[in-house]
């Protein structure tokens, strides 16, 4: 996300960025993460997401 984000601002590219942090691994490798679990996550955080852009939009239709 933030290389995308740099090149756009380089080139006068207006830009957000969103991102969806699915695993909180803290250097523990006992923690039990599993692609599973980030999957399971994600898809928790589906309908927030959507709901957020949604409401999002139109504010950025006048920001720009």
Not at 11 to 20: D, F, M, N, T, Y
Request: charged share 15%; proline share 5%.
């Amino acid at each position: 996300t933030i290389p995308e984000v740099i090149v756009a601002n380089q080139l006068g590219i207006k830009c957000i960025a969103i991102s969806v942090i699915t695993n909180t691994v803290t250097g523990d490798t006992k923690s039990g993460i599993t692609h599973m679990h980030v999957l399971e996550v994600s898809q928790k955080t589906g309908p927030r997401l959507r709901r957020l852009i949604i409401r999002l939009i139109p504010e950025l239709s006048t920001a720009f």
